[in-house]
């Protein structure tokens, strides 16, 4: 337990500290000095509003009125000054949490889109849901940071205060209280914590399971409609649900008994200090209102030493939650780091064509070998089309030639990213304005309106954007374009940015023959370099050279002119 919580500790400074060491440090610690000095008043607030208790129960015990009336007056002037330091108290760790959430957000973003981890993550099983890490478990990390770290803080601001009472009026107490309370964080520790820590992290995930399902069928609801799968769907969603249903019950029983224990500590403290002192209240060496006062120091040094008892359901979710941001910052190194084996991952080397030189490609997970020794030289103008059955390899040999897949062997030479753009067969629509999609991914490209309207016009969407209410409507383009229409905004793209490279999957899929003819036409007078994947004889005369996947990870080189297809 020892060494799980001080990896715990270890992991969870990894991802604090920076914050309160870089850009914003001075901000962040001038914020939580003035926390602490808010505390120390609220502390001091809470000795006085103790003391006056006991005064005012004292002086109605004494049927001293003036006595009563005077502790009264006291306690109102009292809460006029204490309230504005608890209301700037609650704002000031508010405004520090935002910024802190900001800052460490904006961190995780920067390394999440850095180096395509976004793109690899997808085949890390050891990452699941990593946007409800993101825009959650960051939030709620940063809240419960300062929740926890003020709690100790103002735990121990009253551990100094209130001692001192308690010492004063009664030694016995002071001496039962440290032995109750280490008694009892013993037994939370060793008796709850592993498994409540192992159920709240299963419900983190469960619960981002559940809700990733349900974003997964609002984003595929007409191809779910089409299949009439929703019976399936409907399965798959109440699995996903009951797997959270079950854990949180397993989860609730523990808490239940946690909570018995919990309740059973703190409520036996309602009886406890008095019981201690009744003999000496009752002989009259001590007035009622030093009992009351008593009670109340007791209270709150008892509060101060058993924060893990108070606090236990919360840490072990609030452990949960930095077990799984630790594991996603692991997984997005500020540099890509490859295998320990330099022979296992196809080199890349910028240069100003295009050539495959003995690469070997495996899946991701190396479990088989797709294409074996190909070496292939692609030259400025002369496209290459390839071909081969389904299962064959073709995407997958694109990924590599645009550097997304590096399992395997060998060396791609190919040129800089901002000389090759990718097409694939499912377009990517940009949540924006019918502009941006044409502009993307460079919106620094300055366009006229005429520009981009004679671009929609060349692409065969002439009456798109007025169709839409011009350019600068937004629209979620995803759900109101056909797929033709989308593969045709994506060539747009192509025609606007003119890349030496185009790598094409499959993007005209949905067309006719004459659109799909009008648009490598119009592509090739552009002098771009065509790299396709296609089944249709009828672009073949816009490549000059056809790579055929044989299937079994062999391949053949054909000359475009000569080539002939089986089907």
């Known amino acids: 337990m020892k060494t799980a919580d001080r990896y715990l500790w270890k992991r969870y400074w990894a991802l604090a500290s920076p914050y309160w060491q870089h850009e914003e440090k001075w901000k962040a ?13 609220q502390t001091q607030f809470a000795v006085l509003f103790n003391e ?3 005064e005012f129960t004292s002086a109605l015990a004494a049927r001293d009125e003036d006595r009563f009336w005077t502790s009264i007056k006291l306690c109102l002037g009292l809460l006029i000054a204490a309230v504005p330091i608890y209301a700037l108290y609650y704002f000031v760790r508010d405004k520090l949490g935002i910024h802190w959430r900001r800052w460490l957000t904006n961190r995780f973003l920067d390394s999440y889109f850095s180096f395509r981890h976004f793109y690899e993550l997808n085949a890390n099983n050891r990452i699941d849901n990593p946007d409800q890490r993101i825009a959650e478990d ?6 419960r940071s300062l929740y926890f770290l003020l709690v100790i803080i103002s735990s121990t601001l009253q551990l100094v205060a209130f001692s001192s009472v308690l010492w004063s009026i009664s030694h016995e ?19 709850f914590g592993q498994r409540l820590l192992g159920l709240n992290y299963n419900q983190l995930r469960r619960e981002a399971d559940f809700r990733f399902s349900l974003v997964r069928v609002r984003e595929n609801a007409e191809s779910i409609a089409f299949y009439r799968g929703e019976a399936q769907e409907l399965k798959q969603v109440k699995r996903r649900f009951t797997e959270a249903f079950n854990n949180f019950n397993r989860l609730i029983r523990s808490q239940f008994s946690l909570n018995l224990f919990q309740h059973s500590y703190f409520l036996l403290t309602l009886i406890i200090p008095s019981a201690i002192i009744a003999g000496r209240v009752l002989s009259g060496e001590l007035e009622v209102g030093r009992a009351v006062q008593a009670a109340g120091a007791f209270a ?20 949960a939650g930095v077990d799984r941001l630790d594991t996603l910052a692991k997984c997005l190194p500020a540099q890509p780091t490859g295998p320990n084996d330099p022979d296992s991952v196809i080199r890349s080397v910028e240069a100003s064509h295009l050539r495959l030189d003995d690469v070997t ?39 590599a030639i645009a550097g997304l897949w590096r399992s395997g062997s060998g060396t791609i030479f190919r040129p800089g990213s901002d000389d090759m753009l990718f097409l694939p067969q499912q377009p990517y629509m ?33 009456d798109l954007a007025s169709r839409f209410g011009g350019l600068d409507v937004e629209m979620d383009w995803h759900k109101v374009l056909s797929i033709g229409e989308q593969q045709r905004l994506a060539f747009a793209r192509l025609l606007l940015t003119r890349p030496r490279f185009a790598i094409l999957d499959e993007a005209t899929s949905a067309l006719d023959v004459t659109n799909e003819a009008n648009l490598y036409r119009q592509l090739a007078d552009t002098q771009t370099t065509l790299i396709s994947v296609a089944h249709r004889s009828t672009i073949l005369k816009f490549h000059t050279q056809v790579l055929e996947l044989t299937g079994d990870a062999d391949w053949q080189s054909h000359s475009a002119a000569n080539y002939h297809f089986n089907h």
Do not use: W
Request: net charge neutral; with cysteine.
């Open 138 to 143: 960051i939030a709620t990390f940063t809240q």
């Open 361 to 399: 490609l495996h899946t991701p997970n190396r479990e088989r070998i797709l294409i074996r020794n190909l070496s292939v030289t692609i030259k400025q103008g002369e496209g290459l089309m390839i071909v081969g059955e389904s299962g064959s390899g073709k995407s997958s040999l694109l990924r």
């Open 430 to 462: 940009l949540l924006g304005t019918l502009r941006s999609q044409l502009l993307y991914p460079h919106r620094e490209y300055s366009c006229t309106d005429e520009e981009l309207l004679g671009l929609l016009e060349k692409v065969n969407l002439p």
């Open 300 to 319: 709150a040094v008892l509060s101060a030493i058993s924060l893990i008892i108070e606090n236990f359901e919360g840490l072990s979710r609030f452990a």
């Open 52 to 54: 006056q208790t006991g």
């Open 173 to 191: 107490l002071v001496y039962f209280l440290v032995i109750y309370s280490l008694a009892g964080t013993l037994i939370v520790v060793f008796v």
């Open 29 to 41: 610690r001038g914020l939580i000095a003035l926390l602490v000095i808010l505390l120390l008043g």
